[in-house]
């Protein structure tokens, strides 16, 4: 069955610094799609990147990058210099054979100052 | 930003009436998505459409019912709201031009705003 693990329920991370959202998913399709998207506390969600199955180099969006490693089926994401509107909770989505999206449980993700 | 609106944004009922969700686009996306988030879940999918009249049930439909007679509303409904509906919808749209069901997209799902249901 096609499932999204997101492992990581909470995190707190120091402003400024990277961090690293985890994600893995399991399918057995060949083609697909993963993507992360943003929920802040006002409780909108945001798309932040998309990353193919077939795309030969990870995915790049501002801040946000994708590190996508097929062979271990994982689409982890990356905020460099986080700040503090980053904080909100993250999940990871995977587009399955029916177009349709399954998602992670998501991971809360708290900036110190 | 995708040009989305749902209506209403908060509604509190009772068990047992009828409650009817909208959801609005101005972005003439072909395929639009019901969606419930209940704390400790990411999102699950109620149903689909992929065009004018055209609509398919996603994981949790039982209990749901939709309706789409424009390509800009998406309409869900609770035929008789029980308290385990009690939950956040959202509705997303994505693109994908041409016709066929089966064509090949990956379209970015884009999201409304929500509504905050609480059945009493």
């Known amino acids: 069955a096609q499932k999204i693990t997101q492992t990581q329920p909470g995190m707190f991370v120091q402003e400024k610094e990277a961090v690293t959202l985890d994600c893995t998913y399991d399918t057995s399709d060949p083609s697909y799609g993963l993507f992360w998207y943003k929920q802040p506390s006002s409780g909108e969600m945001i798309f932040l990147i998309y990353?193919?199955?077939?795309d030969q180099q990870n995915a790049t969006e501002g801040r946000y990058s994708l590190n996508f490693q097929k062979a271990r089926k994982s689409a982890n994401l990356v905020i460099s210099a986080s700040q503090l509107g980053d904080s909100a909770m993250y999940f990871c989505a995977m587009e399955d054979s029916n177009y349709q999206l399954i998602w992670g449980a998501g991971t809360k993700l708290i900036i110190k100052p | 930003d995708a040009g989305i609106t749902q209506s209403p944004r908060h509604k509190v009922t009772e068990t047992g009436t009828p409650v009817t969700l909208r959801c609005h686009q101005t972005e003439n996306h072909r395929y639009m998505y019901w969606y419930r988030q209940d704390p400790g879940h990411g999102l699950r999918l109620i149903h689909y459409s992929y065009g004018v009249k055209d609509t398919d049930k996603g994981e949790v439909s039982d209990g749901y019912s939709v309706s789409r007679s424009k390509t800009e509303d998406f309409l869900l409904t609770l035929e008789s709201a029980t308290s385990s509906q009690t939950s956040v919808y959202f509705c997303?749209?994505?693109?994908?031009?041409?016709?066929?069901?089966?064509?090949?997209?990956?379209?970015?799902?884009?999201f409304g705003p929500g509504t905050r249901l609480t059945v009493l």
């Open positions: 990353q193919g199955s077939y």
């Open positions: 997303a749209i994505s693109g994908g031009q041409g016709g066929g069901v089966q064509l090949n997209r990956t379209d970015t799902q884009y």
